[in-house]
């Protein structure tokens, strides 16, 4: 049984970024609205997501990290109106298998908070009393200490920074939906990123790829019945080339559906291909088909969507695939349309 639940859980759990991208989205869940994530040694000795959400509550805590326990959902109903990122209660007691977790934790009604050190079967082994504030602090050490091979991967420097890129090209993606939200990276006790919490859209966006390249966008809505189709986003202005290489834009290339953070490729190839064929020629060379700076949300009902093609979630499968491939398209038609004539 120990073999099986490392092995499953080294399937979600498979990388720093996956650990972070899981506490973070937990943290998102509980309504915090300031999140402060600090890893050691890149992650490898110490990941540590704090946040002020509502707590865990005691009834809770004996069951959080335990197998496909979720607060989230209680029926399938409820996958077809899900508002959470989670709801297969499969990451912390993964966590727990290839770390070792400890959770604080206090509700607005609890008089202090408590520290959980957790097994690797996700069970409470103590608990005492700690000096937090209200929400939840949960803290993995020694990350797949036991699966030596991954633990190896991670010997490389290179690919630790690598590894802490994409954590926080991650924090940047909800810190752009989220504008509330104040969000700190902190490696090695350094401040690597942070984000203040700011009023809307626009403001984070521009907080996350600075005021130059806001600068290049364009804010655009495009609404549509039947199927009800919304997407939000802010987009290359029409003529302006991104594509330059002396361009200092960062690639910074936010697609989201329900704010959710997802992989794009065929979005972004929609977005490409209508370049190639209204804008530049320089689009038609390969090497020169950089992804744009710019962020873009779908909003669909949420039961037309489907997050849980792959164990991070990143994948979506999309009832209306080619009504939605085809609104983004007619959108970027609108845009950049009337320049191309
Ligand atoms: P899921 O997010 O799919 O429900 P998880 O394993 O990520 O599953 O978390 C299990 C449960 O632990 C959650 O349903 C929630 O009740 C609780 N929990 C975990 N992290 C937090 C947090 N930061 N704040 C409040 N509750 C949390
Ligand atoms: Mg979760």
Redesign the pocket.
């Known amino acids: 049984a120990e073999t099986v639940r490392l092995l499953s859980s080294s399937q979600v759990i498979n990388s720093v970024v996956n650990v972070v991208k ?2 973070l ?3 998102l ?2 309504g915090s609205t300031s999140i402060d994530v600090k890893l050691e040694n890149y992650g490898l000795d110490r990941i540590e997501v704090r ?1 002020n ?4 509550e005691a009834s ?1 805590v004996a069951v ?2 335990v197998k496909h ?4 959902i209680s029926c399938h109903e409820d996958l077809e109106r899900l508002e ?1 990122y ?8 993964s966590i727990c298998a290839v770390s070792e977790v400890c959770v604080t ?1 206090k509700t607005g009604a609890d008089d202090v908070s408590i520290q959980y050190t957790l097994d690797v079967t996700g069970h409470i082994v103590s608990q005492r009393p700690s000096h937090l504030g209200q929400g ?1 602090t ?1 803290c993995a050490l020694k990350l797949f200490k036991n699966l030596p091979v991954r633990r190896q991967y991670y010997s490389n420097t290179k690919k630790c920074k690598e590894e802490m890129k994409k954590v926080q090209d991650l924090l940047m993606a909800y810190a752009v939906v989220k504008p509330g939200l104040r969000v700190t990276l902190t490696h090695n006790k350094a401040v690597v990123w942070q984000k203040a919490r700011v009023s809307d859209h626009r403001a984070a966006l521009m907080a996350v790829i600075g005021a130059a390249c806001m600068a290049n966008l364009l804010p655009l809505q495009h609404r549509q019945e039947q199927p009800e189709i919304t997407i939000q986003g802010y987009f290359p202005k029409p003529g302006c080339d991104y594509t330059s290489s002396s361009s200092s834009s960062p690639d910074k290339t936010f697609v989201f559906v329900n704010d959710r953070p997802v992989h794009h490729k065929d979005i972004l190839k929609v977005f490409v291909s209508v370049q190639c064929k209204l804008l530049n020629a320089r689009f038609r060379d390969p090497s020169c088909r950089r992804y744009p700076t710019m962020m873009m949300n779908i909003i669909i009902p949420p039961s037309t969507v489907d997050v849980n093609v792959t164990p991070d979630k990143t994948q979506v499968m999309l009832h209306y695939k080619e009504a939605v491939l085809s609104a983004v398209e007619a959108m970027l038609v609108s845009l950049y349309g009337a320049a191309a004539k």
């Open positions: 899981e506490l989205e937990n943290s869940d509980a946040d959400g509502s707590g865990i809770d959080m990290a326990y979720t607060s989230k959470t989670g709801f297969r209660g499969e990451a912390l007691g934790t939840t949960v």
